[in-house]
C-alpha cells in the first residue's frame, strides 16, 4: 500500500507548480524566447543554482510547459466531443469550440505550441504523445463516423505518411479522410491563430461568426 507523500516531495511539487507558474507569467509578458531560469529562482527568492535541482535547463522547462499545455488542450476537447448521444457533426462542433475557448483563455500557452518556433529550442519526442493528443481528440467523431472521405486516391509517398499518422493518432479512417482531418485542424489552428494575434480587428471581431461559419464549412468538408 502506497503511503501519504512525504513532507519533501510535497514540498518539492509545490515549488514545481510554483516554478511553472512564474514561467508562465514570463511567457505572457515577454514570450517564451526571453524565458529566464535565473529570472525564476529570482522570483522564488532561491539562488540561481537551486533552480536547476528541479529543472536542468531552460529547455526542459519549455518542454515540461509545453506538455502541460498540450495535455491541457486536449482534456478540454475529448471532454467536449465524448457525449455518445451527440451525432458526430454536433461532437466535432463541440471539440472545435472547446478548442477556441480554451485558447482565447490561454493565448500565450497556445502561442507555445502553435506559435513561432522558439530560438534555440528543439522540441524533444516527449511532446509528441501529447500533441498528437489533441489532433485525435478532436478527430474523433470523424474516426466514430467511419466510412467518410473526399473519394480521392491517395497514393505514393504521402498515402504512406497518411497511414503512418492514422496509425500513430490510432484513428481507423482511410487515407482520404486522413488528408481532409489534417487539412481541416490545421485551418482551424491558423484561424484561431489570426484571432488571438489581432489579425480580425476592424473587419472580423468579434470573430465568433466567422469561426462559426468555417466549423460548419468543414465539418460538411468531411461528410459530417
Request: charged share 25%.
Amino acid at each position: 500500500m502506497t503511503g501519504a507523500p512525504t513532507p519533501r516531495a510535497v514540498a518539492r511539487a509545490e515549488t514545481t507548480a510554483r516554478i511553472k507558474e512564474l514561467a508562465l507569467a514570463q511567457l505572457a509578458e515577454s514570450g517564451a524566447s526571453s524565458l529566464s531560469l535565473r529570472a525564476v529562482a529570482r522570483a522564488l527568492d532561491l539562488v540561481s543554482s537551486a533552480i536547476y535541482r528541479y529543472y536542468a535547463s531552460r529547455d526542459e522547462l519549455i518542454t515540461a510547459l509545453i506538455v502541460d499545455a498540450y495535455d491541457d488542450l486536449a482534456a478540454a476537447v475529448e471532454v467536449a466531443v465524448e457525449h455518445p448521444r451527440r451525432g458526430a457533426r454536433h461532437r466535432f462542433v463541440d471539440g472545435c469550440a472547446a478548442m477556441r475557448t480554451w485558447a482565447r483563455a490561454e493565448p500565450h500557452r497556445w502561442a507555445l505550441i502553435y506559435g513561432s518556433a522558439i530560438p534555440g529550442y528543439t522540441a524533444p519526442a516527449d511532446t509528441v504523445a501529447p500533441a498528437a493528443r489533441v489532433v485525435r481528440a478532436l478527430c474523433t467523431p470523424v474516426a466514430d463516423d467511419r466510412g467518410i472521405g473526399t473519394g480521392r486516391d491517395v497514393g505514393g509517398r504521402l498515402g504512406a505518411q497518411l497511414d503512418a499518422t492514422g496509425a500513430a493518432l490510432d484513428l481507423d479512417v482511410d487515407r482520404a479522410t486522413m488528408l481532409t482531418l489534417i487539412g481541416a485542424f490545421g485551418r482551424l489552428v491558423g484561424l484561431l491563430t489570426l484571432e488571438l494575434n489581432g489579425h480580425f480587428v476592424g473587419g472580423l471581431e468579434p470573430a465568433d461568426d466567422l469561426w462559426a461559419a468555417i466549423v460548419e464549412r468543414e465539418a460538411d468538408d468531411l461528410g459530417l
